[in-house]
Nanobody, 123 residues
């Protein structure tokens, strides 16, 4: 079991950067693959990026490839999402989540979720 708290969101101009952090508490952080999801009003929650337990493999949605980087530091119980070249279409609430196996693409397969952090990109 793990508890997740996101931070680092805010308002940024188009072309700018943000780094989101997800701090985990619990005894089994390294046992979980981690994902970042985003959700805009009226839309379904979708995966942005994912990373395996050891950080050896990653996944990115097509819309963020080359712009976003997911990483984790198991010693600090933290997963990060570095977001560069932001555009207004990236505006959403971003959530981190933990899964028991691999990097599931469906939000239904993640067992634990943070509360979300708002990212707003102005043009």
């Amino acid at each position: 079991q793990v508890q997740l708290v996101e931070s680092g969101g805010g308002l940024v101009q188009a072309g700018g950067s943000l780094r989101l952090s997800c701090a985990a508490s619990g005894r089994s952080f390294s046992s979980y693959g981690m994902g970042w999801f985003y959700q805009a009003p009226g839309k379904e929650r979708e995966i942005v990026a994912g990373i395996t337990r050891s950080g050896g493999s990653t996944y990115y949605a097509d819309s963020v490839k080359g712009r976003f980087t997911i990483s984790r530091d198991n010693a600090k119980n933290t997963v990060y999402l570095q977001m560069n070249s932001l555009n207004p279409e990236d505006t959403a609430v971003y959530f981190c989540a933990a899964a028991s196996v691999g990097i599931p693409l469906s939000s239904r397969l993640y067992a634990f979720w943070g509360q979300g952090t708002q990212v707003t990109v102005s043009s």
